[in-house]
């Protein structure tokens, strides 16, 4: 059976044809609720008509199950609509990490053999990424509904058969440049797209790649590659930006070449580890993990079958951590990599957030340290000084964002100071909209006014992914009506957000123009 929309008052007939598709293959709700990542009480609501389901939650489900049940006829832009001002309860667990998962695509190249990533995220970016390896013959394959992923290379890459429009979707494009210098002379690859923030310069990639005698011009869209005169860094490698795509280019280009190369001002960030825990299991040693000094002694060649689990998000725990703390709710979160989180924790402590921490245990990688964290609802005060990132081990970059929406819940005046993307801060004032006072600066400062009375309003997504969805977040605690239209944002770097917030309670659905 197919149907064409999940309208509210088929919600009872989707269950029972969820049921019964899951009887039919011999499953039990625990099962199915294990494929998709979710809980058993959670498919029990599904079955009984008791949830909202999405066209995206219903495609999954069918995938699962190994049956169609839904067909989609539009493919135009995708909205949320989202009902505020309710309450989140239940326990989430926290997805792997999108950076490590991209990163981990482009490093497959650097092996001849078979490589299995386990439970990667099916989402935007990871998509583009695997249809540009399709494009060049890589042999890439989901096995099972469990999210692990199979890439096979080819003897030889078709660079030239390359699928261009998706490679210029994804910023992680730029990531093809270390592993491809090592077979191919002379090649092309097109501009990185991914996220409007502003100028990105590509340049710290280049003088992080120039010692490896690898020649890059950036003109008329693509960058034109030359690495006919390849050679070992005589000298260790001072990155002028601890970034961290620029660490992984550096990384992968100095997999692949004997001898010992040593990177300085290294990012050790969470990617970044991931990809050296990776590179590891390849054979190539790598000295001074989680340290701003690398040391890797490479191997020419690498053919080798190797099955890896990169750890879980933090970014993605910021942003469960936000949900629970916008709408004054209590959360359990599993799964934190807590390693990569206690800055941000610790900051939140001095606003007076109360929360539960567990003990730790190990990811499925052995390494990253995982624990189990509880939010209260809480009455939060200003920080005390500005809220700014800094290089791992100091707040992500990344959740910095995140802050702007908690500074809003928060009594006082706080000054959020986003110094490393132009633009973002300005994409922070659209929660103005929905009652928020955030007062723009300059395009890296803006100062937020808390406690904040939130109403519904409609909005179109801004091209920014964590922006985008810190307003979603927002709308979750606005009393009335909010839609968000426009969320490819969203989907590049989070795999069912909307199903999984509404799994909590959040009243939520997805759908597009007629």
């Known amino acids: 059976m197919t149907i064409t929309a999940p309208e509210s008052d088929q919600l009872v007939q989707l269950g029972l044809l969820v049921r019964e598709s899951r009887k039919s293959k011999g499953w039990t709700q625990s099962q199915l609720a294990a494929a998709l990542g979710t809980s058993q009480s959670a498919v029990n609501r599904i079955e009984r008509g008791n949830q909202n389901v999405s066209l995206e939650m219903l495609a999954r489900v069918g995938h699962a199950l190994g049956t169609e049940l839904v067909s989609v006829g539009y493919s135009g832009p995708t909205h949320l609509r989202i009902v505020g001002g309710h309450q989140l309860s239940g326990s989430i667990a ?53 999210g692990d992923l199979e890439i096979i ?36 690859l097109p501009y990185a797209g991914g996220c409007a923030l502003g ?27 030359v690495a006919d005169e390849r050679r070992s860094p005589a000298r260790p490698i001072v990155l002028v930006e601890r970034g961290d795509t620029v660490t992984e280019n550096a990384l992968m280009a100095a997999a692949r070449r004997d001898g010992v190369t040593v990177i300085r001002n290294a990012s050790s960030n969470y990617m970044v580890q991931d990809l050296c825990f990776y590179l590891c299991k390849l054979g190539v040693q790598v000295d001074g993990i989680g340290t701003t000094t690398l040391t890797l002694h490479g191997r020419s060649r690498i053919d080798v079958d190797v099955d890896y689990a990169p750890s879980e998000d933090p970014i993605e725990a910021m942003s469960l951590i936000t949900a629970a703390i916008a709408t004054r709710s209590q959360l359990q979160i599993t799964r934190v990599p807590i390693e990569f989180m206690e800055v941000e924790l610790a900051l939140l402590e ?68 986003d110094w490393v993307y132009e633009n973002r801060a300005i994409y922070l004032t659209e929660l103005n909209k929905l009652g928020a006072s955030i007062t723009l600066l300059d395009p890296h400062r803006v100062y937020v006014e808390g406690p904040t009375h939130w109403s519904g309003a409609e909005i179109i997504c801004p091209p920014a992914l964590r922006p985008a969805v810190v307003i979603l977040l927002a709308m979750l605690a606005a ?29 939520i659905e997805t759908f597009k123009d007629r």
């Open 199 to 225: 100028t990105r310069t590509v340049e710290p990639h280049l003088a992080a790649l120039a010692p490896f005698g690898i020649d890059i011009d950036a003109t008329d869209g693509t960058y034109h590659v």
């Open 94 to 146: 926290v997805n792997t990490s999108k950076n490590a998962s991209v990163s981990l695509l482009c490093a497959a190249l650097l092996n001849s053999g078979r490589t299995v990533l386990r439970q990667i995220a099916r989402i935007e970016e990871v998509h583009r990424l695997i249809e540009v390896l399709r494009s060049i013959g890589v042999g890439v394959e989901w096995l099972g509904s469990s």
């Open 479 to 507: 009393k009335g009506t909010s839609t968000l239209r426009n969320v490819y944002a969203i989907n590049r770097g989070y795999e069912q957000l909307a199903e999984r917030l509404a799994l909590l309670g959040a009243q």
């Open 350 to 417: 001095q606003m007076r957030l109360r929360f539960d921490l567990s003990s730790e245990y190990l990811a499925e990688n052995g390494r990253t340290r995982l624990a189990d964290l509880i939010v209260h609802p809480s009455d939060l005060r200003a920080a005390r000084d500005k809220i700014h990132p800094l290089p791992f081990p100091g707040l992500n970059i990344d959740n910095l964002p995140f802050f702007a929406l908690i500074a809003a819940t928060a009594n006082g005046k706080t000054l959020v100071h």
């Open 153 to 188: 290379p080819p003897p030889t890459l078709d660079l030239a058969a390359m699928n261009v429009e998706a490679a210029r979707r994804t910023r992680s494009i730029i990531m093809f440049l270390g592993p491809l210098i090592h077979d191919h002379d002379r090649f092309e």
